[in-house]
């Protein structure tokens, strides 16, 4: 597939202009269905885009951010979401831009090119009134046999051992993703999934993503592996199968940046760079059980 290369002002044209997407508009809500099983449910359907999230199952719910799981009439399961807009700075912004949603309707199609699974997105819309954005709303398929690895390093006994596959696992994927020009934006162990013991990671949650004609700039791929070492000692500390001699900071940041440099043929930051956002952005900023020393927040 073609590189995609999107902006925050085109997103939801992009994304109505690749191949079979069907845009369906009844106001207030204007919605771009991508094909597939559900594309003609939806299409007829996508005004009661909030009916199906107070209907669904529910996965989440607070006033920014509602989500829940529908059955179709064919048995086949949806994962159903709702941003609302709240404060003065993002109603200016989105009353000129399309919703997130579009942009991570778009970000999907990117970690695709790149072989990483992310949920497949069935219809990106919005709901707004004298064009002022309302909420947006992104479908996707619903894998209710993925379990995020957070839960992984938190609730086994055995996730001591299986950590340092995992840590690799998901420097192979930050690597593919960033030499794709795929920014996440928020790449912590609950936003990386698998559907088995065995499976291969896949990445959710992209409404923070951005992305890039060519790879992610190096403050960017720092802040991102720092982020992903936080996340492994913080939820770490979460289970007491972990020994205290696991959580040496510059040790899980040489293994995650070891196993990121055999995915990529960019310079790879160095261990003090990773360490030192992973300390002040996240782990000085928690009361944790083990001092990690260096840079204060």
């Not at 086949?76 to 979401?81: A, G, P, Y």
């Not at 072989?115 to 497949?120: A, F, K, R």
């Not at 790449?187 to 559907?195: A, I, S």
Request: glycine share 6%.
């Amino acid at each position: 597939m073609k590189k995609i290369g999107i902006d925050y002002f085109h997103c939801r044209e992009r994304f109505l202009a690749l191949p079979g997407v069907r845009e369906v508009r009844s106001w207030p809500y204007r919605f771009a269905v991508a094909p597939g099983h559900a594309q003609d449910y939806l299409s007829e359907n996508f005004a009661e885009a909030d009916r199906m999230i107070r209907d669904g199952v529910h996965a989440k719910e607070s006033w920014e951010s509602s989500a829940s799981v529908l059955t179709l009439p064919d048995g086949e399961k949806i994962f159903v979401k709702r941003n609302r807009v709240h404060g003065f700075e993002y109603t200016f912004k989105y009353f000129f831009i399309p919703a997130r949603a579009f942009r991570a309707a778009m970000a999907a199609q990117r970690v695709e090119e790149a072989g990483i699974m992310t949920p497949h997105v069935l219809a990106a819309g919005e709901k707004r009134f004298a064009h002022f954005l309302l909420a947006g709303y992104l479908v996707t398929e619903a894998l209710t046999d993925a379990r995020d690895l957070m839960s992984y390093v938190i609730g086994r006994p055995d996730a001591p051992a299986g950590m340092p596959a995992l840590i690799r696992e998901v420097a192979r994927v930050a690597a593919a993703l960033h030499s794709r020009g795929f920014y996440h934006g928020d790449l912590k162990l609950v936003n990386l999934y698998r559907t088995g013991d065995d499976a291969p990671c896949g990445v959710w949650d992209l409404d923070s993503a951005q992305l890039f004609p060519d790879e992610v700039p190096h403050d960017l791929i720092v802040r991102e592996l720092g982020r992903i070492v936080s996340s492994v000692l913080i939820f770490a500390e979460r289970n007491p199968a972990f020994p205290d001699a696991f959580f040496d900071l510059e040790r899980v940041t040489r293994d995650l940046l070891d196993a990121y440099a055999a995915g990529t043929t960019s310079p790879v930051p160095a261990p003090s760079e990773v360490m030192d956002i992973a300390r002040v952005r996240w782990l000085n900023k928690r009361k944790l059980r083990f001092d990690y020393g260096g840079l204060q927040a």
